[in-house]
Every structure is written in structure tokens, then in C-alpha cells.
């Protein structure tokens, strides 16, 4: 009898998993349709009579990002809603540029693992692990290196050259998302106590209305 338990605790594991995971596409193509009227976890689908060649491109990875700004970078995304032809699929992709000094603050993909590639630079890498061990793993990498982001960890770029930096990322979502954490915490709309950040941070309130004002 607790045989019989076991097994079907392992069949009901295994059917849970099996369900939980990203289903195969059921044919060719799925392009986005983001004006249809159903709405689903993805796009619905455009009419595959409607589908152009445009559905399944994109220009202009080529261009130098501004890098004007207070992080010193730049993401070109090519994600879903820049190729509607990336719909179910499960992948999409970035082009970052960085100024000398620039970072790309510290992020996390909920959706998507990312694996980034330079291609021109230096550039400092790192994603810290969950709790409790919050262990920094970081390096330094050089023009042709790659390094790989799991799935939701929060994870930075640092230009370390002397001159300006490429890098391109591909990322396992059509959608990854992006939660840059200090937007997050804050920038939020409505703001988070700065009592509940105060305690969080262990700094005084006024600490915490004064970074609430920079985002």
C-alpha cells in the first residue's frame, strides 16, 4: 500500500512538471497579431495568409545605441514585439551598448535565461544566487567571450574598457522580461513605504525618500 502512495505521489510530481513546461509549437508559425481580439499567454495568431517577410525581421542592430543617459548603456531589444514572427517561438535577443564606465544596472529576466556575447570591449559580468548564500559570481570578459545568466538571478554588466563596448544577448523567452531593481524598489508607482525600505536597507527613512526622488 505505501508503494502504491509513493507511486502515485511520483506520477502526480511528474504530471505537474509535465504540465508546468513551455508546449511545443503545433505548426509553423504563430506570428502576433497584437491587435486580435482574443487574448492569451503570448499573442494570438495573425492569419497565416497575412504573414510577410516583414513579420520576421528586423533592422537596425547595426546602430550605435545613446548611451546619454545615467547608466552609461544602451538595450536594442528584438524581442516579440519588435518581430511578431518570435510568437511561441522562445526566443528573442538585445544588442547593449556602453560607455566607458557604463553599466547595465542590476536586473533580473523573470521569463528568460540569457547567454551574452562581446563584441567589442571589456566587460565585467556578475549574478548573484538566491538565498541564502547571495554568492557573486563574476569575471571579466574579453572581445568573443560569453557568459550565461540563469533564469531570474540578478545579474549586472560593467564597460572596464577604456573605449566603448558591444555585446549581444540572446535570451530563452519570445517575452523575457526585465525588473532593473532599483527602478523597482525605488521607483515603484505608488512608492514602497520608506518604512518598510528603511528596515529592509537598515537606513534612515530620509535615505530612502532621497534615492525615491532620483527614480
Not at 512538471?17 to 503570448?42: E, R, T, Y
Not at 499573442?43 to 517577410?53: G, L, N, R, W, Y
Request: glycine letters at 8%; a neutral charge; aromatic letters at 6%.
Amino acid at each position: 500500500m505505501a508503494i502504491k502512495i509513493l507511486l502515485l505521489g511520483f506520477l502526480a510530481l511528474t504530471c505537474s512538471l509535465i504540465s508546468a513546461s513551455d508546449s511545443s509549437p503545433l505548426q509553423d508559425f504563430c506570428v502576433a497579431d497584437p491587435n486580435g481580439p482574443v487574448k492569451v499567454n503570448g499573442f494570438a495568431c495573425k492569419s497565416a495568409m497575412a504573414v510577410k517577410a516583414t513579420d520576421f525581421s528586423f533592422s537596425g542592430l547595426h546602430i550605435t545605441g545613446n548611451t546619454s543617459n545615467p547608466t552609461g548603456s544602451r538595450v536594442t531589444a528584438v524581442t516579440v514585439a519588435q518581430v511578431p514572427g518570435l510568437n511561441t517561438l522562445g526566443i528573442s535577443m538585445a544588442r547593449i551598448d556602453y560607455a566607458p564606465k557604463g553599466i547595465n544596472p542590476p536586473h533580473t529576466h523573470p521569463r528568460a535565461t540569457e547567454i551574452l556575447t562581446v563584441v567589442e570591449g571589456r566587460i565585467e559580468v556578475g549574478f548573484v544566487t538566491s538565498n541564502p548564500d547571495n554568492r557573486l559570481i563574476s569575471t571579466v570578459l574579453q572581445k568573443g567571450d560569453v557568459f550565461v545568466f540563469p533564469i531570474g538571478l540578478i545579474h549586472f554588466q560593467h564597460n572596464v574598457g577604456k573605449g566603448n563596448a558591444v555585446a549581444i544577448a540572446a535570451l530563452s523567452s519570445q517575452n523575457p522580461g526585465v525588473i532593473t531593481i532599483a527602478n523597482a524598489v525605488f521607483g515603484s508607482k505608488p512608492d514602497i513605504s520608506t518604512d518598510i525600505l528603511g528596515k529592509a536597507f537598515q537606513v534612515d527613512n530620509g535615505v530612502i525618500a532621497n534615492l525615491q526622488a532620483k527614480f
